[in-house]
């Protein structure tokens, strides 16, 4: 299968160049490998290669030697070579010498000395729209953050197709596959990490029943501000199973450390009124795909739910967000307060520029939509910090153009880097 570059890789040779080493993490299977191939020139895998203990029981320092940058792949694995790296960057003085790779972080017993002045760290997502050639990237998040976008104007795409691509997600291995080879490989997915990767990564059994439980509640409860009390409350009426209090935070702060699970976090703006801000963060699946696998939900099923479909859109909006803020040295928000306004998405650059996004699948919603948004920029007070540089509403089935009213309606097929 032809390789397909990633948004990713500007940031990674910058961080190659600035660092001795660059640490890539992203849940498994969203392409972290393949990518880091592209630059490496050795490679060292940590879970494959049957001498690696044996290596790291006599001189470890030996699985270093090779031609750089040299990869070091699941390095979690042994997560010991973090620190022998660590020492070998600091004796080198050169930069680029080393790229690990890792589905996990390891667990809080393993004692790792600071990577600071060695490390760089890349967090890596499924394939975007964009990247995947479902988005011209026409609209450019740059843009929007800068506040100087250009008239335009782009056709609508189907509601099918919206749905085909929450099935599939964006997985590399299936790029080219049809429906129902995805949604078996998407199940296996969750099936392993149900009983298997929960286990290994936590170094205790869990109980595969019970993280598929909780892993469902997620699911229906996606990109929404759902608690833990809310959670264990849904597992125990939805799934006739008990997560105790400890157990479910125990599960989640797994699903996290597998890079699974994604906490939107909460902006904290300057406003006139006397609302106090929510803090909770909105949660996310890693990739909207797996929401569907673990739910078993089809196509079909998707269709005749467009009420939950919506919230799957929300989360792949989100999703899309991500990776483009990522590429503009910006991160991904949520506004919500106590007198019930809410905004999906506040992207705010390291300089405080920022911009506010709505999500809809369909042009239904939009009018409501640009009124949160004015009612989120009538509250800012300007007298400690600045209007949004955009505000606009992110669209499924509906066309991309600019509102008189200055708010921009957005494709999602349209939206990038």
Not at 207 to 232: C, G, W, Y
Not at 335 to 357: H, L, M, P, T, W
């Given at each position: 299968m032809k390789y397909i570059r990633r948004i990713i890789e500007n940031e990674l040779l910058g961080k190659m160049d600035a660092s001795g080493a660059l640490l890539i993490k992203g849940p498994k299977s969203c392409g972290k490998t393949a990518t880091a191939k592209q630059y490496a020139k050795s490679v060292l895998e940590m879970d494959r290669d049957p001498q690696v203990p044996v290596m790291m029981a006599t001189n470890p320092k030996l699985l270093l030697n090779g031609n750089t940058p040299r990869l070091i792949d699941e390095w979690q694995e042994q997560p010991e070579i973090w620190n022998y790296v660590r020492h070998e960057v600091d004796d080198r003085k050169s930069k680029g010498q080393f790229i690990l790779t890792g589905s996990a972080n390891p667990t809080d017993d393993v004692k790792l000395h600071s990577g600071a002045g060695r490390f760089t760290v890349l967090q890596m997502d499924t394939m975007s729209w964009q990247e995947l050639g479902y988005s011209t990237g026409k609209v450019k998040l740059g843009d929007l953050l800068k506040g100087n976008l250009d008239h335009y104007y782009e056709p609508e795409i189907s509601l099918e197709l919206i749905i085909?691509?929450?099935?599939?997600?964006?997985?590399?291995?299936?790029?080219?596959?049809?429906?129902?080879?995805?949604?078996?490989?998407?199940?296996?997915?969750?099936?392993?990490?149900?009983?298997?990767?929960?286990?290994?990564?936590?170094?205790?059994?869990?109980?595969?029943?019970?993280?598929?439980?909780?892993?469902?509640?997620?699911?229906?409860?996606?990109?929404?501000?759902?608690?833990?009390?809310?959670?264990?409350?849904?597992?125990?009426?939805?799934?006739?199973?008990?997560?105790?209090?400890?157990?479910?935070?125990?599960?989640?702060?797994?699903?996290?450390?597998?890079?699974?699970?994604?906490?939107?976090?909460?902006?904290?703006?300057?406003?006139?009124?006397?609302?106090s801000l929510r803090k909770s963060p909105k949660r996310h699946l890693c990739d909207p795909s797996l929401a569907v696998a673990v739910l078993g939900l089809t196509k079909e099923s998707l269709m005749k739910d467009i009420k939950y479909t919506g919230f799957l859109f929300e989360s792949l909006a989100i999703h899309e967000l991500n990776v483009y803020a990522k590429?503009?040295?910006?991160?991904?928000?949520?506004?919500?307060?106590?007198?019930?306004?809410?905004?999906?998405?506040?992207?705010?650059?390291?300089?405080?520029?920022?911009?506010?996004?709505?999500?809809?699948?369909?042009?239904?919603?939009?009018?409501?939509?640009?009124?949160?948004?004015?009612?989120?920029?009538?509250?800012?007070?300007?007298?400690?910090?600045?209007?949004?540089?955009?505000?606009?509403?992110?669209?499924?089935?509906?066309?991309?153009?600019?509102?008189?009213?200055?708010?921009n309606v957005i494709s999602l097929a349209s939206l990038g880097v």
């Open positions: 085909e691509r929450l099935c599939i997600g964006g997985w590399p291995n299936l790029i080219g596959e049809n429906e129902r080879n995805a949604f078996n490989m998407n199940r296996s997915y969750v099936d392993l990490l149900c009983e298997v990767d929960m286990s290994r990564t936590s170094g205790g059994r869990r109980d595969p029943q019970k993280v598929r439980s909780l892993l469902r509640s997620l699911a229906r409860n996606v990109a929404t501000l759902v608690d833990n009390r809310t959670l264990e409350k849904d597992v125990k009426m939805n799934e006739s199973n008990d997560l105790s209090r400890n157990t479910l935070s125990d599960y989640l702060d797994t699903l996290s450390r597998l890079m699974i699970l994604y906490e939107q976090p909460a902006f904290n703006p300057h406003i006139r009124s006397s609302a590429a503009n040295d910006a991160q991904v928000f949520h506004y919500s307060d106590s007198f019930g306004y809410e905004v999906d998405a506040i992207v705010q650059k390291r300089n405080g520029d920022y911009a506010a996004f709505e999500i809809k699948l369909g042009i239904g919603f939009i009018d409501e939509a640009a009124k949160n948004l004015k009612n989120f920029v009538a509250n800012i007070d300007t007298t400690k910090m600045d209007l949004p540089k955009t505000l606009n509403i992110i669209t499924g089935t509906g066309m991309s153009y600019n509102r008189p009213d200055g708010i």
